[in-house]
């Protein structure tokens, strides 16, 4: 494989460094205006070479060697900026200069270093003559509207292609929907990539299943999972009260057990454990599972046969087959051609494509993912014959999507490899993450990096390199995402190969690679006992493990010995001894962390001039920010759970929050509000607002009055304002987005306002104080695609005809009192849900879906007695 794809991003982020640092380096701009000019070439001819065959390709010695160079001048320059924002060590070279040695000596060595290090890199790449190759033939550049048809392809849902499923699905479902019988583990067994998860998913989510079983649970088992935490997931994955959701951390494997067991006992439940390894996994957590004698059902995944049979007798292990040749054309001209028609000419070169995957469905879709960027040419796609006819096995495919990946999504793709194995990545935090490991390029004209990074992730779903596991409310944009274990595989092997990212599990803390991003997804106490000192000046700490929250003085103190180079810090739930000490890691851009495992924000964390995200998501205990903390001028993410305390900031002279686009939750008060409404500019698009004591309507609504000054917010989220009578709110009106909770909302006042909204396209309503009969007047909502109604004490809901003409997904939760819906907006609809709520709203929905066809989800079943339940409230 090419080593270029990677390093590209190192030598581009060194340029851009120098830039950036100019000032603070100005003493040496000189020599660090040569070494970039020097780079800046190397990068051109790096990017220029990509996508040559390995013949061609800059050979792995020269890059490995400029590597280490660009390597050494990055931690040269930002030493030398630790040292000189220290006050410390300002102070020294003041003596320095004082005492007539002219340059001070820190000086001195930088541009010696920085001299020495351009010639070295001159002397690698005077012997790289084949850095000067021609762009080849075929790129991926080649189709001008690539973005575009992307866009397209992505603005509507589509379910995953499946082919060869639907007697095997037909069949199973039986087995699955069978009363009045004893407990039953059933099994689908298959090599990996084989569509174990697609046709266990493709069941799961049938409406004939999902009306049988009053629980649902569906949990990926990673190979070296423990039986506490699988019981944790399950526990997670239901609708348990917060409280116990909050015990749930302190309780033992057995008490875990017997509180599974008592919460599934004479409810009928199915829940599926994707991808199982052990084969005494169902000795180890059987007596969780009651046997309610009443059709309950167990499903497994597995590619170990021996699994299967141990845990269930009676059913015996559905064998998925591999696909035939009319089966494995079918799969691959849908991936390939998406509802278009194959060329005559290139046909029968096609199929010998499809046939070389052996009727292996994730070569298949891998293979095609490759193809459908390239020129349907017969020219073309001989090449992939060529190099198909040698691929014998199912990772050499996979590598090969790998090498034909536009080179700025390589590195991007091998981040993944970060996260531990059927880990549900949150996508939001992935291209924060991104964003701050600077692996999202800076394209003109294209926007902020957000939506580089959204275009980037797009194209690793359509090339099938990435799974949706969920949609946002919209259904249009993922909210997480996964990566098949098999590619897992690769991007492990191929950042160590790259020292891109090092991951370590507690089966695996021997073997070091010594990259420049380090992920630790287990214990973090066999890495430290086997690698006390870290040479390679790590720019990257991620905490992802089960076993993080056991963090003392000794893990910290290896922390501040081995990571003050640091940009991304991910703590997770870590409890951080001496946290005092955070504003020292001054090039950190992404910092990851729980407050109440701190106890409270260190000010020094306003040290940090460089960070661009402050996850702080998950504290309970969080009440004030440091005042500090306005200063941060590129800070453009701030998540907290809230509410907290925004500070009141009173010097004009400095511009606050200059760069902040995501804000949430907040306490905001008419005298604070300022701060995000009077940065220059306003760039929030995110906002949420947590009003503390039940406040004042003129205080809350004075506050929401000052919003309209925002004009790139998008979406809003406000909680907590319930007190009577109902707020004359006012939005922006290019907002798209707004959820309320726990306020109070008068039909005739604020609904009227937010029916008038041209742009909004999601609602969601939750515990909101409104009348228990609310009408919509004509024409209200007409951009509305999305409302969420939850926990609201309404009985009936009417509205006037042409309202809400675009509603796609309705969701009706815990809304028990509610018996009367309206005849109209349904001829839109496409998704419903009717989540715990009165019998008389299913069957309204049941009978509208026979005159409109849309999907529609209940839960409970109608038979389930929940309903018998709600009548005796």
Known sequence: MEATGLFTPVVQYLVRLLGEEIKLLCEVKHEVESLQGELSFISAHLDSSEGKRKKDAISEEEIEQIRKKAYEAEDVIDKYILIKTSKHSRRNLVVNIIQGCGRPKELVDLAKTIVNLKNEINNIFNNAKKYAIERPETSVDAEPDRKQELHKHWSEVREDDVVGFNNNSVELEKLFRKEGTKLDVISIIGMGGLGKTTLGRKIYNSNRVRSFFARRVWVYVSQHAKTRDLLLKILKEMPISKELRRNLEGMGEDELKETLSKYLKRERYLVVMDDIWKTDFWDVVKSAFPDNSNGSRILITSRNKAVALKASTS???????????????????????QGG?????????????????????????????????????LLTWSRFIQVNCHLTECRDILALSYTYLPQPLKPCFLYLSAYPEDYEVPVRQLINLWIAESLIEHIPNEGCPEKVAEDYLEELIDRSLIQVASRRADRRSVKTCRIHDLLRDLCISQSAKEKFLEVRTDVNHLLVNKSRR???????????????SHSTNPRSLLLLGQDTNEFDQKHWTWVQENFLLVRVFNFGHVNLSDHTSIGRFIHLRYLGIKPDAMGDIPASICNLTNLETLDMRGSTFLNHLPKGICKL??????????????????????????SLQVLSTVSLTPQNVGLIVKANPPNIRKLGIWFEDESKSKVAADVLRSLMDLPHLQTLKIINCSERPGLPIQFPSNITKITLSRVSIEVDGSMKVLGALTGLMILKLKSCLLSRNFEFIAGSFPSLEVLKLEKLRIEEWKQEKNTMPSLKHLVIKECTGLTVLPSEPWHSLRDGEVLWSSRESVLTLQNLQNDHEFNLVIEPPLADSFYDRIAMI
């Open 633 to 658: 001028r590129r800070l453009r993410n701030l998540h907290m759970s809230g509410p907290v305390i925004l500070p009141d900031y009173l010097d004009p002279a400095v511009r606050v929050l200059w």
């Open 315 to 337: 059913t015996p292990p559905y064998i998925l087959p591999f696909l035939n040749k009319d089966e494995s054309w079918e799969l691959f001209h849908k991936k390939v051609f």
């Open 518 to 532: 380090l992920s630790i997804q287990g214990s973090i106490d066999p890495y430290i006992s086997s690698n006390p």
């Open 341 to 377: 028609e194959c060329r005559p000419e290139i046909e029968p070169l096609a199929r010998q494509l499809a046939e070389g995957c052996q009727g292996l469905p994730l070569s298949i879709v891998v293979l095609a993912g490759i193809l459908k960027h390239e020129q349907q040419e």
